[in-house]
């Protein structure tokens, strides 16, 4: 098959990507594939890069807005689903020392809001 070349194309969110950057299994992937370790930089470099996405300008309009309120157990059962996907205790320890908080239990009814938005951008579905 000498000549021929195939073109693999991985689509995944910001999140995926920066995890499999990370963890080097990207870097493995190419290491495979007899590509150098410069050109294995170049390419995460490249895909960081297109990772950060420019804010788009937009008009100020006034959008209604309700006010949504969570429980507890709705917030452990996202959590719960988060890590079942893959998130580390050590990412959620991080996410819940954000809101102030060591466990969930310690969470402050104040911050259930804000903290399920965190968990819905992790890829909740709350």
């Keep these: 098959m000498q000549g021929t070349t195939l073109k693999l194309i991985v689509e995944m969110d910001t999140q995926d990507a920066q995890r499999v950057i990370k963890s080097g299994s990207l870097a493995s992937l190419f290491s ?8 294995i ?32 157990d709705e917030l452990q059962m996202a959590a719960i689903s988060l890590m079942d996907k893959g998130l580390s205790s050590k990412d959620l320890t991080s996410l819940l020392s954000k809101h ?27």
């Design 100 to 126: 102030g908080a060591s466990s969930l239990p310690e969470l402050s009814e104040d911050n259930f809001g804000a903290f399920a938005l965190d968990l819905r951008q992790m890829g909740a579905e709350i």
């Design 32 to 39: 495979d594939l007899n590509i150098s370790t410069d050109e």
């Design 41 to 72: 930089k170049n390419i995460e470099s490249e895909a960081e890069k297109e990772m950060i996405v420019e804010p788009q300008q937009t008009e100020n309009k006034t959008v209604p807005t309700a006010t949504i309120s969570y429980t507890l």
